[in-house]
């Protein structure tokens, strides 16, 4: 059974910073088929970072300011999220297992998810 409980949401002023955490059981993130995701209010999940290829990817929004990571022996997937705008608002999500050959911010890629964490930035 794979759990993935996120951490790390607040509400924080624009230009401030968060580090959200993915504790994982069941499901190695060292495998690195892990992602966050963003939901805006009714919209759907977008992509904000991933691995594809081994490799970190980022939404064109968060490049340069978000960070994604993993620390294999805590067995815990990390967003490191650096000068904060309200457009980064939202509840966050870990993704990982990827159950189909999909692009790294495609959320039918991902077999296994969080409950989310809430992030409120503002101005």
């Known amino acids: 059974q794979v759990d993935l409980s996120e951490s790390g949401g607040d509400s924080v002023q624009v230009g401030g910073s968060l580090r959200l955490s993915c504790e994982a059981s069941g499901y190695k993130v060292g495998n690195r088929c892990v992602a966050w995701f963003r939901q805006k209010s009714r919209r759907g999940r977008a992509g904000g970072a991933g691995y594809e290829g081994g490799a970190a990817k980022y939404a064109t929004s968060v490049q340069g300011r978000f960070t994604i990571s993993t620390d294999s022996v805590a067995n815990v997937l990390y967003l490191d999220m650096n000068d904060l705008k309200p457009e980064d608002s939202g509840m966050y999500y870990c993704?990982?297992?990827?159950?189909?050959?999909?692009?790294?911010?495609?959320?039918?890629?991902?077999?296994?998810w969080g409950h989310g964490t809430q992030v409120t930035v503002s101005s």
């Open positions: 993704a990982a297992g990827c159950i189909y050959n999909l692009d790294w911010h495609n959320d039918e890629r991902y077999g296994y």
